[in-house]
């Protein structure tokens, strides 16, 4: 299942950027209840140990809706202006209600009662039987008075949230701000820049395997547990939100009232996670890829796994002499083959292929001799 975004090749103006410290705030605290997926962060994991027992036991309350799941009232709105973190949460304490029980219920219930389609039915949460099993849920995974708000009391809910999220601000976070906002305004120039040289879809490639392009095609998509398709029109807006807290993940919303758009790796810290490749490996892989139609092959895999039969006559070489050029490519590491009935389809391995330049660059500045 898919979440695919059309947005025209030459749509740059449909483009927002902004970040948010309130948002940082939280996708950090995903980093604090999953620290296995967030290699690169664990050194704000153990600076965490810190945080007071009390505000320690209210993340672990709250766990349940920030582990699989970012509640979609905190993208920003690209407003072209950075409110402080005060503002911020004056803003969300003017949220709906019922949409800021929709977005705590939603990590509860998968799949969404009555079905998902195009969009949740708040209304789904008044019905009996979805109401007892929310209580279920969220009095196993927090406690009971945090079930009651989310059924009868959202405002109360939030209350709590931000109320929570304030203490961790003050403890924490501010600090931890004042770091990070300069890479994130760095992070926003740069893929400000990738748009105006390559536009969306040359920039949107840097995301990819979590994020899949078809320039030709106008579209974006992302593999995610719903399918849903949006349409960025010329009166819309796509935002874009460099997270130094989101990676390795990509978090993305379709669904109004909030900002439709992307929160994204910012670029620093995409750099510091991709994988460093041993230089007897490296050079094998250099080799591979000197030759152009091991580079056009490879080009076209990168769009979807394909098959010999298929690749051939658009690269322009008989099946034979491909199949050769794909098992050099193969044993570099780059790809992966496997058979689909008759077929052996090829597909490139997102690891090694993100590797290369940071592991070229740090062999090129080792400051070891070379023997």
């Not at 106008?218 to 010329?234: K, S, T």
Request: proline share 9%; glycine share 8%.
């Amino acid at each position: 299942m898919t979440i695919v975004f059309r947005v025209p090749a030459s749509g740059a103006e449909r483009v927002g950027f902004a970040y948010s410290s309130a948002m940082e705030a939280v996708l950090s605290l995903h980093v604090l209840v999953e620290p296995k997926h967030h290699p690169v962060q664990h050194g704000w994991v153990r600076a965490m140990r810190k945080l007071s027992p009390a505000l320690k036991r209210e993340i672990e309350a709250f766990s349940y809706a920030v582990r699989s799941y970012f509640p979609e009232f905190l993208f920003p709105r690209p407003t072209g202006g950075l409110a402080d973190f005060g503002s911020e949460l004056a803003g969300l304490r003017t949220a709906d209600p019922e949409m800021v029980r929709l977005e705590f219920a939603v990590p509860l219930l998968s799949p969404w009662p009555g079905g998902g389609g195009e969009g949740r039915d708040p209304q789904a949460l008044r019905e009996p039987n979805v109401r007892a099993l929310l209580r279920e849920r969220v009095t196993r995974e927090s406690d009971e008075a945090m079930a009651a708000m989310l059924l009868d009391d959202p405002r109360a809910l939030l209350e709590r949230f931000l109320s929570m999220l304030e203490r961790y601000w003050r403890e924490a976070f501010e600090e931890e701000w004042a770091r990070i906002e300069p890479e994130l305004a760095a992070g926003v120039s740069e893929a400000g820049h990738q748009i105006e040289q390559r536009g969306l879809y040359g920039m949107l490639r840097g995301l990819w395997p979590e994020v899949r392009s078809d320039r030709q095609a106008e579209r974006f998509w992302l593999e995610r547990p719903h399918d849903h398709e949006v349409a960025i029109g010329p009166d819309d807006t796509l935002l874009l939100a460099p997270s130094a807290y989101v990676w390795p993940h990509v978090r993305v919303n379709c669904d109004g009232p909030w900002p439709l758009g992307l929160v994204f790796p910012v670029s620093s810290i995409a750099r510091e996670a991709r994988p460093r490749i041993p230089p007897a490996r490296l050079v094998g892989m250099l080799r591979a890829l000197a030759d152009d139609t091991r580079l056009r092959a490879l080009r076209l895999i990168a769009e979807r796994p394909r098959s010999t039969q298929e690749l051939a006559p658009l690269v322009g070489v008989s099946e034979a002499a491909l199949s050769k050029h794909l098992r050099v490519l193969a044993e570099a590491g780059l790809l992966e083959r496997r058979r689909e009935g008759y077929y052996v389809l090829y597909r490139l391995l997102p690891g090694p292929v993100a590797g290369l330049a940071p592991s070229l660059e740090s062999f090129l500045h080792i400051t070891d001799p070379i023997d």
